[in-house]
């Protein structure tokens, strides 16, 4: 892992480390207004997550060309890591979504928040990639690739959709697509605060659970 050295040091130029900075942005944050003070920060989690839930594309560049995608893993941990570069927020129900798009080497992750609380709870993950055993040509000309290097997220609730259910757009600048996903509750997600309580329970659970539409952009 890589540190800077401008960064870290005590109140003088002269002064020893007291901190170490790596580069790349690891983690996403939540700050309360007007002050900005810090409430929370995922810290590693987003690489715990990824490593657990798609460790074939853990930290993974994206490439062209005919290396295969599971043997490009880990390849960006000693820089920037999973690179968290987008983030939007919903809600369904009484919950708080948050939802945080990657670049590396793409796919979002959705948090959910309860009411009256700083501290978000992991629900799911969505990945692109049809398959981490293929080359990045072949995903390229079949079409495998959606939300590669997520660059931008938007939020539909549900009664701009006619569904019912809420959806998420989700712009892969890489793979050049906008795929649709919807979002769906487990569980008893209330809509009142005064049943708020329940959302603490394991059975309440968020996950984006289905591909609906893949738009392949053609580049200018």
């Known amino acids: 892992m890589l540190f800077t050295k401008v960064n870290g040091r005590g109140d003088s130029s002269d002064s020893k480390m007291t901190k170490f900075v790596t580069f ?5 944050s939540i700050r309360a207004l007007p ?3 810090l409430l929370y920060d995922s ?6 997550r990824m490593a657990a839930e798609a460790s074939d594309v853990f930290n993974c ?6 290396n295969v995608v599971r043997y490009d893993r880990d390849k960006t941990s000693i820089h920037v890591g999973p690179k968290p570069i987008s983030i939007t927020s919903g809600r369904l129900g009484s919950l708080s979504l948050i939802f945080v798009g990657l670049a590396n080497p793409g796919g979002v992750l959705l948090y959910s928040l309860p009411l009256n609380s700083e501290r978000p709870r992991f629900e799911s993950t969505w990945i692109g990639l049809s398959d981490a055993f293929k080359s990045w040509d072949e995903l390229y000309m079949e079409t495998g690739l959606g939300g590669i ?3 931008d997220l938007s ?6 959709t006619g569904s019912g259910v809420p959806w998420l ?4 600048s890489k793979s050049g697509t906008v795929t649709l996903l919807k979002i769906k509750g487990n569980g008893d997600i209330p809509y ?3 049943r708020a309580d329940s959302l603490k329970s394991s059975a309440v659970t968020v996950v984006i659970y289905s591909l609906l539409l893949v738009t392949v952009l053609t580049a200018t």
């Open 43 to 48: 810290g590693n989690d987003i690489e715990h």
């Open 35 to 37: 002050d900005l003070d």
């Open 24 to 28: 790349g942005g690891r983690s996403f």
């Open 192 to 194: 009142f605060p005064s």
């Open 155 to 160: 939020f539909i609730p549900s009664h701009q």
């Open 149 to 151: 290097t997520v660059t």
């Open 61 to 66: 560049p994206v490439q062209d060309g005919p």
């Open 169 to 172: 757009l989700v712009a892969g």
